[in-house]
């Protein structure tokens, strides 16, 4: 059988470490199938606009232009990054017209339809629209902070792909709502690909990182206490964070899973903050903020892995287990079953 052309639709632009790395490992993953697969290069200066402003102010209550210098010097290094992903010709975001047709047109990871996104939410393309491919899918698609059902037209668009599969419980109930049939649950990329991402499973060199912003005071206080006690360093990466001892604000996503894979343990509020903890082995703890709830919450969850998701009643003891000792064995024993059935999914869909 001749390899299958597969364009793959997801957010493979924006100037955050997580949807990098999804587009990168799924992409790099059916190629390594065998399979002629890009990354559907959609544009749109609107969209450019929202990211670029967003990467050089991510935390809107930071002073304006505070290390306004190394996001920049951030965004350069995604810039760069992006230039050496597999990408078919680019095409306008709001008036797709793909040069070459396509076998398979697979949609996702990430958020790819929340209706909610800051700047993607409602977009057609996501659903299939102006798309003509032999096959429509998903893989790993998630409705993000999204939880009301779909309209009728939303959910006629789902009825258009020949197969779904979701990452988290909140988009199958979502899907389930519409279509009266449950997805199935996939892995997202990072965690099905991981032998893709350079470095895993490097050795500690005592330090943690922290990864996020807008972590609540009461977290501040419990993992600084945690740090002085166990005489670990704490470094930001990406973002600003004052407590942390050190901020690698302009690193780059490939310096990213670097630093990641050598860390002792992970402080996150974000998706992939846990998933990079996850593929590393690393202990972590993670405090979601109300946008990232609901796929932080399902990952977990999914994997066993709840005792590491932590909030304010939360004991400040607990911190020394959660983020010094080893992972519980169960969380990658799920990890490996959740992976055979993202395997089975891909298998089916490809065939």
């Known amino acids: 059988m001749p390899p299958t052309s597969i364009g793959v639709l997801t957010f493979h632009r924006c100037i955050n470490?997580?949807?990098?790395?999804?587009?990168?490992?799924?992409?790099?993953?059916?190629?390594?199938?065998?399979?002629?697969?890009?990354?559907?290069?959609?544009?749109?200066?609107?969209?450019n606009r929202a990211e670029w402003r967003c990467a050089l102010r991510p935390d809107p209550a930071a002073p304006a232009g505070d290390h306004r210098s190394l996001y920049k010097a951030k965004a350069r290094r995604f810039f760069a990054a992006f230039d050496d992903l597999p990408l078919s010709p680019p095409f306008a975001l709001d008036a797709p017209k793909l040069d070459e047709p396509r076998d398979m047109v697979l949609v996702g990871s990430d958020e790819v339809w929340n209706l909610q996104h800051p700047w993607y939410g409602g977009e057609g393309l996501f659903y299939g629209d102006g798309l003509r491919p032999r096959r429509l899918a998903s893989y790993a698609a998630s409705f993000g902070s999204q939880s009301f059902s779909l309209d009728g037209h939303r959910s006629s668009?789902?009825?258009?792909?020949?197969?779904?599969?979701?990452?988290?419980?909140?988009?199958?109930?979502?899907?389930?709502?519409?279509?009266?049939?449950?997805?199935?649950?996939?892995?997202?990329?990072?965690?099905?690909?991981?032998?893709?991402?350079?470095?895993?499973?490097?050795?500690?060199?005592?330090?943690?990182?922290?990864?996020?912003?807008?972590?609540?005071?009461?977290?501040?206080?419990?993992?600084?206490?945690?740090?002085?006690?166990q005489s670990v360093r704490l470094i930001s990466v990406g973002y600003d964070n004052p407590w942390a001892e050190e901020q690698y604000i302009e690193t780059g996503p490939l310096e990213f899973a670097d630093l990641m894979a050598g860390a002792a343990a992970v402080i996150t509020n974000f998706f992939h903050g846990c998933?990079?903890?996850?593929?590393?082995?690393?202990?972590?703890?993670?405090?979601?903020?109300?946008?990232?709830?609901?796929?932080?919450?399902?990952?977990?969850?999914?994997?066993?892995?709840?005792?590491?998701?932590?909030?304010?009643?939360?004991?400040?003891?607990?911190?020394?287990?959660?983020?010094?000792?080893?992972?519980?064995?169960?969380?990658?024993?799920?990890?490996a079953s959740l992976r055979a059935v993202s395997e089975a999914y891909l298998d089916e869909v490809l065939a």
Not at 19 to 38: F, K, N
Not at 207 to 212: D, K, M
Not at 287 to 296: E, G, H, L, Q, T
């Open 275 to 335: 998933v990079f903890a996850l593929i590393n082995g690393k202990p972590f703890v993670t405090a979601p903020s109300d946008y990232r709830f609901n796929k932080v919450r399902d990952l977990v969850a999914a994997l066993g892995a709840d005792a590491h998701m932590v909030s304010e009643v939360t004991e400040p003891s607990s911190y020394e287990s959660l983020l010094s000792l080893p992972l519980d064995p169960s969380i990658e024993r799920q990890i």
């Open 17 to 47: 470490y997580g949807s990098y790395w999804q587009a990168r490992c799924l992409v790099e993953g059916l190629r390594e199938r065998g399979h002629d697969a890009v990354l559907l290069d959609h544009q749109s200066r609107r969209v």
């Open 157 to 229: 668009q789902l009825r258009r792909f020949d197969a779904i599969s979701v990452r988290d419980q909140n988009s199958q109930d979502i899907v389930a709502a519409s279509l009266g049939r449950r997805p199935p649950l996939v892995l997202d990329p990072v965690l099905q690909f991981a032998h893709l991402v350079p470095n895993c499973a490097k050795a500690d060199h005592g330090y943690a990182i922290v990864y996020g912003h807008g972590f609540p005071d009461w977290l501040v206080s419990d993992v600084t206490q945690w740090a002085q006690g």
